[in-house]
């Protein structure tokens, strides 16, 4: 199967500060790459659809200016949580597109205090 | 869109068959995937088939579509301890291969 890593795993910060996470496709380039939210007990839910070399596509009620999204290679993308709140924290994950399926990272968990 | 429901929970004893249910109402879904997830960790791409596909077996799993009633099961045999976790199916039509999610079958096995 295709490999996806993330850093970090997991990750503290106070409130007002930003976050970066990286979401790396580690055999294989992806031109697309998806980030997901998940909350405790419940399903992912789709953040934005991550392109290569251009702008990301935002679900509808998601802040892009919030959660900033960029695709410099065929194998990175990062996701910055901006000025974070405790409202932030979460477990984050992405995945990437190999031959027509998607493969998930092992998720990052944000603790905003 | 899309619409994909499971059932959240099942309780099966070690060495039983498990079988976990998910219904979708998109027909033009072309995938369908099973994804396993333990605590605190990412989706494990269990198996998937293709819309065209009736059935597909690897090793212990089953995985049965029935395009008629859009249900999808997913089969586990001799289940063990080691199969708790969350599993999730997943559809995805052709809208820029996003993934619609169920809610997630948390799947318990008991010695």
């Known amino acids: 199967g295709a490999v996806v890593s993330q850093h970090p795993s997991w990750v503290i910060c106070k409130s007002g500060t930003s976050v970066k996470i990286e979401c790396r496709s580690l055999d ?86 | 869109g899309e619409d994909v429901e499971q059932s959240l929970f099942l309780s099966v004893r070690e060495g039983d068959s498990s079988v976990i249910n998910c219904t979708y109402t998109d027909s033009s879904s072309t995938y369908l995937y099973w994804y396993k997830q333990e605590p605190g960790a990412g989706l494990q791409l269990l198996t998937y088939i293709f819309s065209n596909m009736d059935m597909k077996q690897d090793q212990r799993l089953t995985v049965l579509l029935n395009k008629k009633d859009k249900h999808l099961s997913l089969r586990i045999a001799d289940t063990q301890t080691g199969d708790s976790a969350i599993y999730f199916c997943a559809g995805r039509g052709d809208q820029g291969g996003k993934l619609i999610f169920g809610q997630g079958t948390e799947l318990s096995v008991k010695p």
Not at chain 1, 61 to 89: C, M, Q, R, W
């Open chain 1, 28 to 113: 294989f380039q992806a031109t697309t790459m998806f980030w997901y939210r998940q909350f405790p007990k419940q399903s992912l839910m789709l953040m934005a659809t991550s392109n290569e070399g251009s702008k990301a596509t935002y679900e509808q009620g998601v802040e892009k200016d919030k959660f900033l999204i960029n695709h410099a290679s065929l194998t990175l993308s990062t996701l910055t949580v901006t000025s974070a709140h405790p409202e932030d924290s979460s477990f984050y994950i992405c995945s990437a597109i190999r031959q027509e399926t998607q493969y998930f990272g092992p998720g990052t968990r944000l603790l905003v205090l």
